[in-house]
């Protein structure tokens, strides 16, 4: 897998965004999340969609900002992004996982990693 990320910039807040993941092999069987990392802090899972779509999963710090959806027929899945927060700012990545099964927001049994795309929110 190679993963990549796009649509990152820089907003005011309350501004919106909506980053792409895209692979060069298919997402069809992967679980697909998103991560992200702000300086000086450990990465932490924001959201994640299961494999066909119908378990999704946010951390509390986006629930009911965030939306995260996927499109087979363009091998992507997109982070939604509204009502946009400084404290948003990070280094977003997308990771997936083969595994046919709802979705997690756990770091470390993800196998694939995207570069990341940078999200920077100001006040």
């Known amino acids: 897998f190679n993963l990549v990320e796009s649509g990152g910039g820089s907003v005011q807040a309350g501004g919106s965004l909506t980053l792409s993941c895209t692979a060069s092999?298919?997402?069809?069987?992967?679980?697909v999340a998103w991560f992200r990392q702000a300086p000086g802090k450990e990465r932490e899972g924001v959201s994640c969609?299961?494999?066909?779509?119908?378990?999704?999963n946010y951390s509390k710090h986006v629930s009911g900002r965030f939306t995260v959806l996927r499109d087979k027929s363009k091998n992507a899945v997109y982070l939604q992004m509204t009502s946009l927060k400084p404290e948003d700012t990070a280094v977003y990545y997308c990771?997936?996982?083969?595994?046919?099964?709802?979705?997690?927001?756990?770091?470390?049994?993800?196998?694939?990693w995207g570069q990341g795309t940078q999200v920077t929110v100001s006040s």
């Open positions: 092999e298919t997402l069809d069987n992967a679980q």
């Open positions: 969609i299961s494999v066909s779509g119908g378990f999704r």
């Open positions: 990771a997936a996982l083969n595994v046919n099964y709802q979705c997690s927001l756990n770091r470390p049994v993800y196998d694939y």
